[in-house]
C-alpha cells in the first residue's frame, strides 16, 4: 500500500547515519519502466534548497528514472557547495543503479533529489553516498514502506495511500508533520502510477490534485525551501486512463496524504476544517479559508475550546474577498453562533470538547466554496518549535 | 504627561462596571479649543466596528470635541443594534458637555467614539451611560493619566507620552497589548496637540506618523476590528509649526508609544528588532521585515533562544521583493550568521539570553531600509490567547 504497490516499480529505505540513532533515513524510489514520464510541484519560496534546483532541472527533461530522499539535513541555504553534494548524489545514484543487480542505463540527469531536515548545514556526505549504495543494494519490489519510513523527521507515522483503477493504480508515500502552503517542516510527496499517461496528462493530474488537496492544508502558513512532489508514471500496466480518471485516482491519493499530514502535524490538538460557503469564485473561498486558518487569535481561541466567532469574522475581514460584513454567517460545530455578522445561537452550545472541529462561513455572495484543513496553536506547537532546530 | 500636556484639553476615566471589579473603564478627552481639528486613521479591516464606522463619519466633517472611549466590550459584530448604541453614546457625550460646569456647544458629530474589549457582544449601556455622566462631571486638566489608564485591557500598564516644540506640545496615550499591523487586542490612540494646524497638515502629519511607528510592529500579524488613531488639535498655544516640525512631533509621540505597546505585548519574552538593509525600496524592506516578524516559525525559535537563521531565510524567500538568495546577509544580535544565503560565523556564538534581539537582514540590492518591531512566540502567548476571550 505504497509506493510500490503499482507495478514496475521498487524501492528502500535504509539507515545512514544522517539521523541518531539507526533510524532509516536514506529512501529510494526506482521507476523499472518501460516509460518514465514525470511531473513535479515544487516550493514555491524563492529560497529553495539545493535538491529543489535540482530536480526542477531534472523535471524540465520530463524524465525521471528514480528519486532519491534523504531526511536529517535539508540541504538549504548551503550555497554552491550544497548544489554539488545534490549533483553527487545524483551522480552516485545513477553510477549504483548502473552497477546494480538489475542495471539500469541512466545519468544522473535522471535522478530527482529530495531533502529534509536541518537547514543551513552541509549534508555529510560521507555517510549519505555509501547510504545511497545501500539503498540500492536493497532495493524491493515491496520496498515502499520502508522508503515511506527513511523520509520521516518530526513525523510520528509513516505515511503512505494507494487508489486503484481499472487494471491500474497510483501509490505515494510523504512527510510532513507540518504541511504544504506548507511548513518548514518540508513536506515530501513521491506519487507512482503503472497507468500509461503522457507528460502533460501527468503534469495536469498532478497540478490540479495538488491545487486541491496540499494547497488547502495550512498548519502554520511557513512557506518550506525545500517541498516537492513528484509523480512517476511508467505504463507497465498497458492501460491509458482518461485525464480524467487520472486526474480523479491521483487526487485521491494526495488527499488521503493531506489528510494524514494534517493529522500528524506538529503539537495539535485539535484538527479543524474551514469550509467557506457561498462565495462568488472558488478563489474568494480559498481566501478565506486560508485567512481563518492562519490566524493565531482563531488557532489559539479553539486550543482553548472557545468558540470565539468574532476572531474569525474579524480573520475573514483582511481578505478582499467580496464579502459584505453585515451578511456574513459562522457556525462552529453545528451552532449558528453569527448571523449576518452579528450574535446569533448561544455560544455556550458549542461543543468543542472532541479533537475535530468544523467551522462554516457563510459569505452569501455566490454558489463556490472551498474547505482548508489546519490545526490549533497549542502549548506544545510552541514547545516542538522551540526547542528543536529545523 | 499625557493627552492633557498641551493646553486647552481636559480629560478623564472613571469606573462604571464594565469591567469587573473597580477598575476605570470609560475615558473622555475634551478639546476646548479655540480650534477643534482633527485627523483619523484607522484599521484596514473590512469587518469594523461599530465605533469605527461612527468616528469615520464624524472625521469626514473634520472636527471632533471631543472623544469617549470605553474598554470592556469592542461593540464589534453587533449589527445595528451595535451601531444604534454607539451613536447613542455620542448623543449622550453631547448632551452632558452642553450641561456641564464649563458648557460646551456641541452636537453628537463632533464626539468621536472609541470601544475595546470581547467582539460580538452588546454593550451594557445602562451602565456606559450613566458611567459618561460621571466622566463629564470628573473631567479635569491632568485628567490625562486617568484616561489612559480607563482604556486598558490586557495590558499591564498605561501608555502615555508627550514631545514639546517651541511654545506648543504634542500629548498622547495609547491602549493595546497586541499592536496595530495589528492585533484583535485593539491598539487605540488619541493624540493631542496645542498647536494651530490646518486639517490637511494634521492629516499629513498623522498619516507619515503611523506610517513609521505603529504599521512597523506587528506581535501577531492580525487585524482588529476597533484600530483607531486620532489627532486632535485646538491651536490654543498659538503657534503654528512648519509641516516638518508637526510631523516630526507626531511621529516622535506615535515612536514613544508603539515601543510601549510592543514593551508590553501579550505573553512576550524577546523584544525583537528586524532591520531591513540595503533593500531596493522602503517597501521591499517593510515587506521582508514584516514577513520574518509575523513568521511562527522564526518566533517560537527565538523563544528557544534558537539563533535559526535558515528559517529567516527561508521567511524572505516568501515576499516578492528584489533579492537574489545567494547574495542575502543575516546576523543575529550582531553575529554574522549567515552571508551569501549561507552558513557563515559559527551559530553557538550567537547570545540569545537577554531579551533584546535585533536581526539584520541585508538585501544588497539597494539603499532603503526599515525596521519592524515585534515579539516572539511563546507558551505564555498561547496561554493568553486561549485562556481568555477577546
Redesign the interface.
Known sequence: MSVTHPKGYRAAGIAAGLKTGDARDVALVVNDGPDAIAAGVFT?????AAPVLWSQQVLRGGIVRAVVLNSGG?N????T??FRDTHATAEHTAAALRAGSKPLLIGAGDVAVCSTG????LLPMDRLLPGVTAAVKALATDGGPAAAEAIMTTDSVAKNAVVTGDGWSVGGMAKGAGMLAP??ATMLVVLTTDAVAGSEALDAALREATRLTFDRIDA??????NDTVLLLANGAANVEPTQQELTAAVTAVCQDLAEQLIADAEGATKHIAIEVLGAASEADAVEVGRSVAR???VK??L??N?P????I???????GAA?E??RVDVAVNGVWV?R????AEDRSKVDLTGRDVTILVHLHEGELSATIRTTD???A???E???Y??
Open positions: 514555491a519560496n524563492r529560497v529553495k535539508a538549504a541555504c548551503t550555497g557547495q550544497g536541518l537547514i543551513g548545514e511548513a518548514l502554520d502558513g511557513c512557506m518550506s525551501t490566524n493565531n487569535l489559539t481561541a486550543f482553548g472557545d470565539n466567532w468574532g476572531r469574522l474579524a480573520a475573514v475581514g483582511t481578505t464579502f460584513p453585515d453569527c449576518g455578522g452579528a450574535a496553536l497549542s502549548h506547537y510552541v514547545h518549535n522551540s526547542a532546530s529545523s
